[in-house]
């Protein structure tokens, strides 16, 4: 693989851009692999190029039924934060949010990893206390989290209205290494890095069985034919419920859609990462000047892709209220996709009833922050047999033994 450089760049000026070689190989299917990974989204990248980069592992490949980063992955709405409240969420997402740090060197790779600042408004008395808690927590953690006066609100983010209709400003939790990253980036840096190592990326190939002996999973049926494989991943979010099914067990999680939109581009006005769990909505500007606007889930399992139009509706008056001045932009385009909810609001990364079968999955609606942690995690999981010291207290068995890891407070808006 050629590096990206400014020298790269300037060779290439000179040469009217004639020299760039394709960013990864198309392979075809090879009978058999170390390991298999079903889903080409963020999780299930990282976690080929971690095995490839922390356990010398290569012998990879990537399946996936559509296009690289199709799924949630190229959808969410890219907000990168590690306040949560639990010890086990906050170590997972800070390992991921350091991680995002130093990425695009990593992997050579702009990422466009911008660490604005993310800031979560407190609008109730109740949240206040919520927040207040997260903060001592986080302190405990060795997260980087100060809860801010109204005053500090305003200054931060000048369009901000403190007295809204309904709810006052009170103050926020604000994270200022929080922020964001270009999520198709992600993924397609990711991928070369796997194509480099030799790892396949098998594209447009759904994966439409599973083939198991004596209680281990002995390789994959595939679009494109059968592989066999010594371990299998499965991290394919808002499907896991689909391959669980194929492999022959059961997942407490449901998929339910979550959905985005954005506005016309307008000239900045906004630096930060604004959260509204209040009254639930939240926004970013996007370097093209769009407002990136995030809304709630359907209350319904559904596969659409879409989400319902009165989710729409209900998180632009919220956020009209709080921010009145979008109150006369146009928006631009809407889309959904597929998050896998658990009951605790936290992932599932680890073994299966299937000696050599894994799965990461759970993120629900707020899993991109996560991408190079899960992998990370996911991948010494996959390397060596047992959870390693992020993965511990995710598995499966926690459902069973009742021992959750409740994030729904943290995950309130949830990304
Ligand atoms: C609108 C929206 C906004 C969001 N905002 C945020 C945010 O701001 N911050 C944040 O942290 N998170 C956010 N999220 C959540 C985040 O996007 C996901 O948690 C994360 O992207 C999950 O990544 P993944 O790799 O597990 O899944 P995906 O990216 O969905 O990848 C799974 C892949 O598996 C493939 N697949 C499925 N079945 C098969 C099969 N049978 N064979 C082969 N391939 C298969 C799919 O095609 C898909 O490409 C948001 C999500 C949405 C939808």
Request: hydrophobic share 40%; net charge positive; proline share 4%.
């Given at each position: 693989?050629?590096?990206?450089s400014?020298?790269?760049?300037?060779?290439?000026?000179m040469?009217?851009?004639t020299?760039?070689?394709r960013?990864?190989?198309a392979?075809?299917?090879?009978?058999h692999?170390d390991v298999?990974?079903?889903?080409?989204?963020?999780h299930?990248?990282?976690?080929?190029?971690?095995l490839g980069?922390n356990?010398?592992i290569t012998?990879?490949a990537?399946?996936?039924?559509?296009?690289?980063g199709g799924?949630?992955?190229?959808r969410n709405t890219?907000?990168?934060?590690?306040?949560?409240?639990?010890?086990?969420?906050a170590?997972?997402y800070?390992?991921?949010?350091?991680?995002?740090?130093?990425?695009?060197q990593d992997?050579?790779?702009?990422?466009?990893?911008?660490p604005?600042?993310?800031?979560m408004?407190a609008q109730t008395e109740?949240e206040v206390?919520?927040?207040?808690?997260t903060e001592?927590?986080?302190?405990?953690q060795?997260v980087?989290t100060r809860f801010?006066?109204?005053?500090?609100?305003k200054?931060?983010?000048?369009?901000?209205?403190?007295r809204?209709?309904?709810?006052p400003?009170l103050?926020?939790?604000?994270q200022?290494?929080?922020g964001?990253a270009?999520h198709?980036?992600?993924?397609?840096?990711y991928?070369?890095?796997?194509?480099?190592m030799g790892?396949?990326?098998?594209?447009?190939?759904?994966?439409t069985?599973?083939?198991q002996?004596?209680g281990?999973v002995?390789?994959?049926e595939?679009?494109?034919?059968?592989?066999?494989?010594?371990?299998?991943?499965?991290?394919?979010a808002g499907?896991?419920?689909h391959l669980a099914?194929?492999a022959?067990f059961?997942?407490?999680?449901?998929?339910?859609?979550?959905q985005a939109l954005?506005?016309?581009p307008i000239k900045?006005?906004m630096d930060?990462?604004?959260?509204?769990?209040?009254?639930?909505g939240?926004?970013?500007?996007s370097?093209?000047?769009?407002?990136?606007?995030?809304?709630?889930a359907d209350g319904f399992?559904?596969y659409?892709?879409r989400?319902?139009?009165?989710?729409v509706?209900?998180?632009?008056?919220?956020l009209?209220?709080t921010?009145?001045?979008?109150?006369?932009?146009k928006m631009?385009?809407q889309?959904g996709?597929?998050?896998d909810?658990?009951?605790?609001?936290?992932?599932?990364i680890?073994?299966?009833?299937?000696?050599n079968?894994?799965?990461d999955?759970g993120w629900?609606?707020?899993?991109?922050?996560?991408i190079?942690?899960?992998?990370?995690?996911?991948?010494?999981?996959?390397?060596?047999g047992?959870?390693?010291?992020?993965a511990a207290g995710f598995?499966?068995e926690?459902?069973?033994?009742?021992?959750?890891?409740?994030?729904?407070?943290?995950?309130?808006?949830?990304?």
């Open positions: 693989m050629r590096r990206y400014a020298f790269a760049i300037a060779r290439e000026a040469r009217f851009h020299g760039w070689g960013a990864g190989r392979p075809e299917p090879k009978k692999y298999v990974i079903v889903g080409a989204g963020g299930g990248l990282a976690t080929a190029y971690y980069k356990h010398g012998n990879v990537i399946i996936e039924k559509g296009w690289l799924g949630n992955t190229g890219s907000i990168i934060r590690s306040n949560y409240l639990q010890d086990e969420s170590a997972i800070e390992k991921s949010r350091s991680l995002y740090e130093t990425l695009s992997l050579n790779y702009n990422i466009m990893f911008s604005r600042g993310v800031m408004l109740h206390r919520g927040y207040k808690r001592h927590a986080n302190r405990l060795g980087e801010i006066s109204p005053t500090e609100v200054k931060l983010l000048p369009i901000i209205e403190l809204g209709p309904r709810f400003v103050g926020a939790l604000w200022p290494r929080g964001t270009r198709d980036a992600i993924a397609w840096g991928a070369r890095a796997c194509s480099d790892m396949d990326i098998l594209q447009k190939c759904e994966v069985g599973i083939n002996t004596a281990k002995t390789g994959v595939t679009t494109k034919g059968a592989i066999s494989c010594d371990k299998l991943g499965l991290i394919v499907h896991s419920g099914e194929m022959g059961r997942l407490p999680i449901e998929s339910v859609a979550l954005v506005s016309e900045p006005c930060v990462v604004v959260m509204a769990n209040t009254v639930h939240y926004m970013s500007q370097d093209k000047g769009e407002m990136v606007i995030g809304g709630g399992n559904n659409t892709q989400g319902s139009f009165h989710h509706e209900e998180t632009v008056r919220a009209i209220e921010f009145p001045m979008i109150s006369r932009l631009l385009r889309w996709g597929i998050v909810m658990t009951g605790d609001r936290s992932p599932i680890g073994k299966t009833p299937l000696g079968c894994f799965i999955c629900g609606t707020g899993g991109f922050k996560a190079p942690g899960s992998g990370w995690s996911m991948a010494a999981t996959m390397a060596k047992e959870p390693d010291e992020f598995g499966l926690r459902f069973r033994e009742g021992r959750f890891i409740d994030e729904s407070v943290a995950a309130g808006v949830a990304h």
